[in-house]
Antibody, heavy 116, light 110 residues
Framework: EVQLVESGGGLVQPGGSLRLSCVAS????????MNWVRQTPGKGLEWLSY????????YYADSVKGRFTISRDSARNSVYLQLNSLRADDTAVYFC?????????WGQGTLVTVSS | EIVLTQSPGTLSLSPGERATLSCRAS???????LAWYQQKPGQAPRLLIY?????????PDRFSGSGSGTDLTLGTDFTLTISRLEPEDFAVYYC?????FGPGTRLDIK
């Protein structure tokens, strides 16, 4: 069974940083591309970042380019999202999701709250 | 930048009725990269339909997707149809093209 489990969310002050993790199981992690998607009440679902199976190809949404960094570690079956220079409008539930398109498998999400 | 518009914003129907949800793209998009997801409160989105009309694994056949127009590769208007609503179908539905999501349609019990 494919499972994706996110962690690392929490309360952070504006300008702060967080590192989100997503641990995968039930499939050969190194063979699949991964994504991060977030969801806010106001803006709905927003794709943030993509990393290819090898890690050689990376894309970001304009809204997070230069602030967020995606990476992966196949030895740990994990994909990460480093969130820097956080703003109030980054408050959201962050999901990791497998595949390029469509996003067939999703984790349950981790909540990031940016507030002073 | 492609914008997806979903209508209606909220749809109130009864179990057993037919639901028709619309997704319109601001310009022609590839039918290959059009998908639909279902999301229930507190849960992640669940893939229903991909490639405009292919059901994902385990999705009941009461869910179907289509696109209008004669071009088999491109389109602007897409539809998710639920033929006979079951109680578990009441949720929010999102369309997606490539890396863009629509705002969603909430399907409520009437």
């Amino acid at each position: 069974e494919v499972q994706l489990v996110e962690s690392g969310g929490g309360l952070v002050q504006p300008g702060g940083s967080l590192r989100l993790s997503c641990v995968a199981s039930g499939f050969t992690f190194s063979s699949y591309s991964m994504n991060w998607v977030r969801q806010t009440p106001g803006k709905g679902l927003e794709w943030l970042s993509y990393i290819s199976s090898s890690g050689s190809t990376i894309y970001y949404a304009d809204s997070v380019k230069g602030r967020f960094t995606i990476s992966r570690d196949s030895a740990r079956n994990s994909v990460y999202l480093q969130l820097n220079s956080l703003r109030a409008d980054d408050t959201a539930v962050y999901f990791c999701a497998r595949d390029s398109f469509p996003l067939q498998y999703w984790g349950q999400g981790t909540l990031v709250t940016v507030s002073s | 930048e492609i914008v997806l518009t979903q209508s209606p914003g909220t749809l109130s129907l009864s179990p057993g009725e037919r639901a028709t949800l619309s997704c319109r793209a601001s310009q022609s998009v590839s039918r290959t990269y059009l998908a639909w997801y279902q999301q229930k409160p507190g849960q992640a989105p669940r893939l229903l339909i991909y490639g405009t009309s292919s059901r994902a694994t385990g999705i009941p056949d009461r869910f179907s997707g289509s696109g209008s127009g004669t071009d088999l590769t491109l389109g602007t208007d897409f539809t998710l149809t639920i033929s006979r609503l079951e109680p578990e179908d009441f949720a929010v539905y999102y369309c997606q093209h490539s890396r863009t999501f629509g705002p969603g349609t909430r399907l409520d019990i009437k």
